[in-house]
């Protein structure tokens, strides 16, 4: 019988960290991988001569050694810090409004990003010191959460009152009280499709934490690909005699007397262990992998409760000339018919939307690419199942170009840089390619929606009640840390350590 202490289904960045904390640890770890290769979607391609990251934009969460996130901690307490080389990103953001011809270029650094919003809106200092203010005390108390799973409102009143006041209401209540001039609300909020909510509903603590983790902190993308760090976990398991099998999918999780016993898979072999994380979603989990009678009536209600998040359309370019003579100065670009972020997440509901989040990854790392070259993404979102509504087997070839003509030729009228005639490779991902992939339900890349009461908060708190089958764990874009590589990566260290937690009482007890 092939026995173990845990496994764990899926290797992306949450799995892959939840198996070496727990290798780490002195634990028998079986990762069960159907893919060929580690990482879920931080992982590359090669097109010609190009190699393209699929996921990351940035890893936001890290920062540096002076000054390091909660993925930098964590990386140093795996000990793997040392083995992943990461270039900074210059700027924070531009972003383009097309309605008004306007564009913002806005740094790092919380001081410089104050003056250089007061220059585009004069009278904007006050509200943007209180801001951060408030955000840098969201983030503290979201790390505090984090690592406290019996925090009271108590302790969170007193240590962190204002974060408290402000748990409930959305980004845009919140500026609107602090008396932010709305066109620094536009310029400040226009990374919100990273959140995939508009401001009008997604919480402002969550927004607030990211955001101060991300200006106050930087951000870097790694010097070769994610799929880097993926290939570097990976090896840090092995190495502490983990085990990963690859095109192993699995077809069922087994129960005995109600209790999870092990996998079965699809080719049929059979593993044991007392302890199961999922790296994939509820859906997948809940719907497929698990028999009726072994399924909570909660599990399943709270599931269909949560609303899917946005859908991802991606084109990938490899550029025959330098970034610099095309035009493309900066990083990353969001692309807006307008700064109205409830305006143009109506814009999503259907699949003329041409809004784009673009990154250009030489200006970060200049050696991704042969030279004279550089690598360009761009990426489109989706809202339900309107992509699903719109294609089928006769026309999802010339659809997905159509799509993709769209967004590049918005792109060149918006910025007026041009970039058709340099394209000598071009691939596309639609919700269908990472659906098949991923095994993302409808190709929701972004879990399930951060809205209302269904927030980032009210998930770390509810987490503990949500496990509706004993020892069993979610992690990775679906859980409790919402979408996102650094928050993924965090997910997975929770999940190991909410196992280790349970093993340890289990000794105990004994």
Do not use: W
């Given at each position: 019988m092939k026995r173990y202490d845990t496994i764990i289904i899926g290797s992306g960045n949450g799995g892959l960290v939840s198996a070496l904390r727990l290798a780490n640890n002195g634990k028998k770890v079986l990762v069960l991988e159907k893919n060929n290769t580690p990482g879920g979607l931080s992982t590359s391609f090669l097109r010609g001569r190009f190699e393209f990251d699929v996921s990351m934009n940035s890893l936001h969460e890290y920062g540096t050694k002076e000054n390091p996130g909660s993925v930098y901690k964590l990386f140093e307490d795996l000990n793997i810090i040392d083995k992943i080389k990461f270039a900074e990103i210059k700027d924070a953001y531009h972003v383009f409004s097309s309605d008004s011809q306007k564009d913002f270029v806005m740094p790092f650094g919380i001081d410089n990003y104050i003056l250089k919003m007061n220059e585009y809106v004069p009278n904007s200092k006050k509200s943007l010191e209180e801001f951060f203010a408030l955000a840098q005390e969201c983030y503290e108390a979201i790390v505090y959460l984090e690592s406290n799973e019996e925090a009271s409102a108590e302790v969170l009143g007193e240590l962190y009152p204002n974060f408290m006041r402000a748990v409930t209401f959305s980004v845009s209540k919140v500026l609107n009280n602090l008396n932010m001039p709305f066109k620094a609300q536009e310029i400040l909020t226009a990374n919100w499709t990273y959140f995939g909510s508009p401001t009008n509903t997604l919480s402002f603590v969550h927004f607030a934490a990211m955001f101060y983790s991300y200006i106050a902190k930087g951000a870097q993308i790694p010097r070769k690909t994610s799929y880097e760090i993926s290939l570097i976990l990976a090896d840090a398991i092995e190495k502490k005699k983990g085990e990963i099998k690859y095109l192993a999918e699995v077809d069922k999780i087994l129960f005995e007397n109600s209790q999870v016993l092990g996998v079965k898979l699809m080719s049929g072999e059979e593993y044991y262990a007392d302890y199961i994380i999922c790296d994939i979603s509820p859906n997948a989990v809940y719907g497929k992998m698990i028999s009726p009678e072994n399924l909570p009536e909660n599990a399943i209600k709270l599931t269909n409760s949560r609303v899917l998040g946005a859908?991802?359309?991606?084109?990938?370019?490899?550029?025959?000339?330098?970034?610099?003579?095309?035009?493309?100065?900066?990083?990353?670009?969001?692309i807006y018919h307008s700064l109205n972020s409830n305006k143009e997440y109506e814009r999503m509901n259907n699949l003329e939307n041409?809004?784009?989040?673009?990154i250009?990854?030489?200006?970060?790392?200049?050696?991704?690419?042969?030279?004279?070259?550089?690598?360009?993404?761009?990426?489109?979102?989706?809202?339900?199942?309107?992509?699903d509504k719109s294609v089928s087997l006769e026309n999802y070839f010339a659809l997905k170009e159509q799509i993709a003509e769209n967004i590049i030729a918005n792109f060149e009228k918006t910025t007026g840089i041009f970039l058709r005639e340099y394209i000598e490779e071009i691939a596309i991902a639609t919700p269908v390619t990472y659906a098949r992939y991923g095994g993302y339900p409808g190709g929701s890349i972004y879990g399930y929606k951060a809205t209302g009461m269904d927030n980032?908060?009210?998930?770390?708190?509810?987490?503990?009640?949500?496990?509706?089958?004993?020892?069993?764990?979610f992690c990775g874009g679906f859980g409790d840390f919402l979408s996102g590589c650094?928050?993924?990566?965090?997910?997975?260290?929770?999940?190991?350590?909410?196992?280790l937690e349970h093993m340890e009482k289990e000794i105990n007890n004994e």
């Open positions: 859908r991802a359309f991606s084109i990938y370019l490899g550029l025959n000339q330098e970034a610099s003579k095309i035009g493309l100065k900066d990083f990353s670009y969001f041409d809004n784009s989040m673009a250009v990854v030489n200006n970060a790392n200049p050696s991704c690419s042969p030279k004279g070259t550089c690598i360009m993404q761009l990426t489109t979102l989706f809202n339900g199942d309107c992509f980032l908060v009210p998930r770390i708190k509810s987490s503990l009640n949500e496990n509706y089958i004993p020892n069993l764990e650094g928050a993924t990566y965090l997910s997975g260290n929770r999940a190991a350590l909410k196992i």
